[in-house]
């Protein structure tokens, strides 16, 4: 009877700081993402006439997301259409907003934008589907200027996917 106690004891400890380190976890976590939360800027409405005229959606996303360009930008992302994307970037040190690169020949960004924290590269993709069935991926690639505060195209490429019918 002594043993089932003692054992029964000490699960009952095991247990008991496996949720204290849970907690201990979850608010380190939860104190970080406010904390880099709380070093971005204030978006600077004025800086560009886009991110007056989505304020709601530029706000609402530069909130929630992350640093995801180029080390001190947020691309924040909103449909333009079917299959169509566009948005703006936030530079998370003094709250510009910078329109994303200008694609005349798409009249938007594609159906998706893709980038990377560490990057200076952002990738615009448009996706569609040719007579014969076969889809067709166009991928362009922009580099973002920092002394000029610019995105300059920087090539194309078009991939065939394999259709999965």
């Given amino acids: 009877m002594k043993k089932i ?13 496996q949720d204290r380190t849970k907690t201990k976890q979850e608010s380190v976590s939860a104190t970080s993402l406010e904390e880099e ?16 005229r989505y304020r709601t ?7 929630e997301l992350e640093v ?19 948005g703006a970037m936030v530079d998370t040190r003094d709250g510009s907003v910078y ?3 200008e ?15 560490e990057s200076e590269i952002l990738l615009t993709v448009a996706v569609a589907q040719s007579p014969t069935g076969e889809v067709e991926e166009t991928r362009k690639y922009w580099e973002w200027d920092e002394g000029l505060k610019k995105f ?3 090539k194309i490429e078009s991939v065939l996917l394999e259709n999965d019918e």
């Fill in 5 to 17: 106690l003692l054992c029964s004891f000490l699960a009952l400890a095991v247990i008991s700081c």
């Fill in 37 to 52: 939360n709380a070093t971005k800027a204030d978006i600077d409405f004025g800086s560009n006439p886009i991110a007056e």
């Fill in 57 to 63: 959606v530029i706000t609402e996303k530069y909130d």
């Fill in 68 to 86: 995801n360009f180029a080390t001190h930008y947020v691309i924040v992302t909103w449909g333009c259409g079917s299959g169509c994307v566009t």
């Fill in 99 to 101: 329109s994303m690169p």
């Fill in 103 to 117: 694609d005349k020949e798409w009249g938007g960004n594609g159906t998706y934008i893709d980038s990377k924290k």
């Fill in 152 to 154: 300059k195209f920087d």
